[in-house]
């Protein structure tokens, strides 16, 4: 090998052994290339992927399995919030609040997003939004007027800044805490100069019982010290004041004041238009006499501390309640007790009172800290029926299942009051769709076929075969369970008895259930009660009945029961003595069985019981309550396993007739 070429070797193998930093590039534009791939990549892993948006869709799937649960939709919005993007934030925000309007945080959020969006006319629509979802909530309010002076103002729209105003004050100036709203609307009029307005406002919240009630009397007393009295009064005042000033003082209408000129100033927010050379516009304005002036003063402080006296009075009557109102607000956790019972009793105290808008605005309030509860909204529709406001009182219920659309209460409430409308076919429609997302409630069959049955009734001709059949089909359903079946039967006998006048077919559902359901003490007091009542009176009929059951598997209690009945009947209607001799015998047997009991006798009956007892707590209790989102009502809905708990809507709420009657130890309860 020449020297040149082991040169020319020692040089290559000396630059591939050399730091690639020191060494030439032989290729630029690759190099530049393979660390743009390495920016792109490390950027792809810190913005919104692939990954991410699958996780938000398994996150939405979540949701709509269980949408009730708050947890899940808070989840929703966060991954949302992470991801950054305007039309996924908008969707997860709109319909969070359809679910749950009042959370107002996050229509403030909501609000700012759409702002932030450039999408102005949007954010206004969603301030106007929120304060229709929460009418009385204060922060809201007054969210929405500052957006709104900012856009309006802009713009020399001053009068759509006042009647926002207005409709603020009209809807929320009750609220008890409602003062830094009223603070807030005279503070805009004082700005503009507009003293006359402010004096109109004073003259509405002074009659208004708010928490710094007081304060308002003092700014408004200082006003009037300050001001000439023409400034600030109205027209009609002012000339009646005036005119007593003048008998009171003996002066001439010249002698009362005099007027000077000042230039006339522009209220803030009011356009203006600049014109060179032009002298400003001179206004005339009033200096009164200082014994006018005095008159004036003192006549006015003496009516207004009237009307202050009047909503001392008015506070003082409620500051009791306000100050045991510890969360006004909305929170999916529950209620304390004694939160709830204060909210009750307030509201009747309103209702008392009879106020309406003060009754209106306590149940808008009241509904905000106790959305979960059914019971609420169900008292606040009452009331609302009661003033003779259906239309009301639909909204208020539509409104509650909102909040709580696993109640029953409400769902029945709801169709009741279409019902009352004539409305059948919308009456039906709420019951299905309460069945088809909650299913197992007995009380909506029953209540479907009253309606169905009424809608007959209501006809010249009624044709009851739909209604018998669907009844039978309840009845031998395989979800119906043995002692659901026979609630089914009781229910398509009474309806053959009462409303088909068959006493005949009413005894064969009856005899039929009993076939499948031997033990059931109501199906026993039902064929006993319908042998009782029947026209044609049979004795052996009633006595046979009354065997029957004594014949049955229960316990030594409700046998004892029985047979007191039927020893009742006996005394007052049997012709035979020997039969009521008999049974006589039969029944002081049966107490001393059940006073002293063998010890053996005693720990079989006990454990029978005992399980008797496990197996109507184990049916009769709903475990759907777990999961409710309603805390509103702590009673077991009705039907829901165990028809034995038989319940009802009704104007005053709910009654638990079985339990009531087996409770009381009262046999002789007439079922038709």
Same mark, same amino acid.
């Given at each position: 090998?020449?020297?040149?070429?082991?040169?020319?070797?020692?040089?290559?193998?000396?630059?591939?052994?050399?730091?690639? /930093?020191?060494?030439?590039?032989?290729?630029?534009?690759?190099?530049?290339? &393979?660390?743009?791939?390495?920016?792109?990549?490390?950027?792809?892993?810190?913005?919104?992927?692939?990954?991410?948006?699958?996780?938000?869709?398994?996150?939405?799937?979540?949701?709509?399995?269980?949408?009730?649960?708050?947890?899940?939709?808070?989840?929703?919005?966060?991954?949302? $919030?992470?991801?950054?993007?305007?039309?996924?934030?908008?969707?997860?925000?709109?319909?969070?609040?359809?679910?749950?309007?009042? %959370?107002?945080?996050?229509?403030?959020?909501?609000?700012?997003?759409?702002?932030?969006?450039?999408?102005?006319?949007?954010?206004?629509?969603?301030?106007?939004?929120?304060?229709?979802?929460?009418?009385?909530?204060?922060?809201?309010?007054?969210?929405?007027?500052?957006?709104?002076?900012?856009?309006?103002?802009?713009?020399?729209?001053?009068?759509?800044?006042?009647?926002?105003?207005?409709?603020?004050?009209?809807?929320?100036?009750?609220?008890?805490?409602?003062? /830094?709203?009223?603070?807030?609307?005279?503070?805009?009029?004082?700005?503009?100069?507009?003293?006359?307005?402010?004096?109109?406002?004073?003259?509405?919240?002074?009659?208004?019982?708010?928490?710094?009630?007081?304060?308002?009397?003092?700014?408004?007393?200082?006003?009037?010290?300050?001001?000439?009295?023409?400034?600030?009064?109205?027209?009609?005042?002012?000339?009646?004041?005036?005119?007593?000033?003048?008998?009171?003082?003996?002066?001439?209408?010249?002698?009362?004041?005099?007027?000077?000129?000042?230039?006339?100033?522009?209220?803030?927010?009011?356009?203006?238009?600049?014109?060179?050379?032009?002298?400003?516009?001179?206004?005339?304005?009033?200096?009164?006499?200082?014994?006018?002036?005095?008159?004036?003063?003192?006549?006015?402080?003496?009516?207004?501390?009237?009307?202050?006296?009047?909503?001392?009075?008015?506070?003082?009557?409620?500051?009791?309640?306000?100050?045991?109102?510890?969360?006004?607000?909305?929170?999916?956790?529950?209620?304390?007790?004694?939160?709830?019972?204060?909210?009750?009793?307030?509201?009747?105290?309103?209702?008392?009172?009879?106020? &309406?808008?003060?009754?209106?605005?306590?149940?808008?309030? %009241?509904?905000?800290?106790?959305?979960?509860?059914?019971?609420?909204?169900?008292?606040?529709?009452?009331?609302?029926?009661?003033?003779?406001? #259906?239309?009301?009182?639909?909204?208020? *219920?539509?409104?509650? *299942?909102?909040?709580?659309?696993?109640?029953?209460?409400? @769902?029945?409430?709801?169709?009741?009051?279409?019902?009352?409308?004539?409305?059948?076919?919308?009456?039906?429609?709420?019951? $299905?769709?309460? $069945?088809?997302?909650?299913?197992?409630?007995?009380?909506?069959?029953?209540?479907?076929?009253?309606?169905?049955?009424?809608?007959?009734?209501?006809?010249?001709?009624?044709?009851?075969?739909?209604?018998?059949?669907?009844?039978?089909?309840?009845?031998?359903?395989?979800?119906?369970?043995?002692? #659901?079946?026979?609630?089914?039967?009781?229910?398509?006998?009474?309806?053959?008895?009462?409303?088909?006048?068959?006493?005949?077919?009413?005894?064969?559902?009856?005899?039929?259930?009993?076939?499948?359901? &031997?033990?059931?003490?109501?199906?026993?007091?039902?064929?006993?009660?319908?042998?009782?009542?029947?026209?044609?009176?049979?004795?052996?009929?009633?006595?046979?009945?009354?065997?029957?059951?004594?014949? @049955?598997?229960?316990?030594?209690?409700?046998?004892?029961?029985?047979?007191?009945?039927?020893?009742?009947?006996?005394?007052?209607? %049997?012709?035979?003595?020997? *039969?009521?001799?008999?049974?006589?015998? *039969?029944?002081?047997?049966?107490?001393?069985?059940?006073?002293?009991?063998?010890?053996?006798?005693?720990?079989?009956?006990?454990?029978?019981?005992?399980?008797?007892?496990?197996?109507?707590?184990?049916?009769?209790?709903?475990?759907?309550?777990?999961?409710?989102?309603?805390?509103?009502?702590?009673?077991?809905?009705?039907?829901?396993?165990?028809?034995?708990?038989?319940?009802?809507?009704?104007?005053?709420?709910?009654? $638990?007739?079985?339990?009531?009657?087996?409770?009381?130890?009262?046999?002789?309860?007439?079922?038709?």
């Amino acid at each position: 090998m020449t020297s040149r070429s082991r040169s020319r070797s020692r040089g290559s193998s000396s630059s591939r052994r050399s730091s690639p /930093s020191k060494s030439p590039s032989r290729s630029p534009d690759r190099s530049r290339s &393979r660390h743009r791939r390495k920016r792109l990549s490390s950027s792809r892993n810190v913005s919104p992927s692939k990954s991410s948006h699958e996780t938000l869709r398994v996150a939405w799937r979540e949701v709509k399995l269980d949408e009730n649960n708050f947890d899940i939709w808070m989840n929703v919005v966060q991954l949302a $919030d992470q991801l950054n993007e305007a039309d996924v934030s908008r969707e997860v925000y709109e319909r969070f609040l359809v679910r749950y309007p009042f %959370c107002y945080g996050f229509w403030k959020k909501l609000a700012d997003f759409e702002r932030r969006n450039n999408r102005f006319e949007s954010a206004l629509k969603v301030w106007d939004q929120s304060v229709t979802a929460i009418p009385l909530s204060i922060d809201l309010w007054l969210g929405y007027i500052g957006y709104a002076r900012e856009v309006y103002g802009s713009a020399g729209d001053t009068n759509s800044i006042n009647c926002l105003y207005s409709r603020a004050l009209a809807t929320a100036g009750l609220e008890f805490k409602s003062d /830094s709203l009223w603070n807030h609307a005279i503070t805009w009029q004082e700005t503009r100069g507009d003293w006359k307005t402010v004096s109109e406002i004073y003259d509405k919240l002074l009659t208004i019982p708010t928490m710094m009630y007081k304060s308002h009397y003092e700014r408004f007393e200082s006003i009037i010290n300050f001001y000439e009295p023409d400034i600030f009064l109205s027209n009609d005042e002012y000339d009646e004041i005036m005119s007593k000033a003048r008998k009171h003082l003996n002066l001439g209408s010249d002698e009362c004041y005099t007027e000077e000129e000042i230039p006339e100033t522009v209220p803030q927010g009011e356009p203006t238009v600049k014109v060179e050379d032009e002298s400003p516009k001179l206004v005339k304005v009033r200096k009164h006499n200082p014994d006018v002036l005095l008159f004036f003063r003192s006549e006015l402080l003496n009516r207004r501390r009237k009307v202050h006296e009047k909503t001392m009075e008015k506070y003082n009557a409620r500051v009791g309640f306000e100050g045991q109102i510890k969360r006004p607000y909305f929170h999916v956790k529950p209620l304390e007790t004694a939160q709830l019972k204060n909210w009750k009793q307030y509201l009747h105290f309103e209702m008392d009172l009879g106020e &309406r808008k003060r009754v209106l605005v306590l149940f808008e309030r %009241c509904v905000i800290a106790c959305a979960l509860y059914d019971e609420i909204w169900l008292l606040y529709s009452r009331w609302a029926i009661k003033n003779k406001d #259906l239309k009301e009182a639909r909204s208020i *219920i539509k409104r509650g *299942i909102v909040h709580c659309p696993k109640s029953l209460h409400l @769902a029945l409430a709801l169709s009741a009051l279409y019902e009352q409308e004539g409305n059948y076919k919308e009456a039906l429609h709420i019951l $299905d769709v309460f $069945d088809r997302k909650n299913a197992g409630y007995a009380t909506i069959q029953v209540r479907r076929l009253g309606i169905q049955r009424r809608m007959e009734q209501s006809d010249s001709k009624p044709n009851y075969s739909n209604v018998i059949s669907k009844w039978e089909t309840l009845i031998h359903s395989p979800d119906s369970t043995r002692s #659901l079946s026979s609630f089914y039967s009781i229910k398509l006998a009474r309806f053959h008895l009462k409303i088909r006048n068959d006493r005949k077919v009413a005894e064969k559902v009856i005899k039929k259930a009993l076939e499948r359901d &031997r033990d059931n003490m109501q199906l026993h007091l039902q064929l006993i009660d319908m042998a009782y009542t029947d026209p044609e009176f049979s004795q052996t009929r009633v006595l046979e009945a009354f065997d029957s059951a004594l014949r @049955a598997k229960f316990p030594p209690n409700d046998r004892l029961r029985i047979s007191q009945r039927k020893l009742d009947f006996l005394e007052d209607l %049997c012709y035979d003595i020997n *039969i009521l001799q008999e049974h006589y015998e *039969i029944h002081h047997s049966l107490i001393k069985e059940i006073e002293n009991p063998d010890l053996h006798t005693r720990k079989r009956k006990y454990e029978r019981n005992d399980r008797r007892d496990d197996d109507r707590i184990s049916r009769g209790y709903d475990r759907r309550d777990n999961d409710r989102s309603s805390h509103a009502s702590h009673a077991p809905y009705a039907y829901a396993g165990q028809p034995q708990a038989q319940q009802y809507y009704m104007s005053n709420g709910y009654v $638990d007739q079985y339990n009531q009657q087996m409770a009381g130890g009262n046999m002789n309860y007439q079922y038709y």
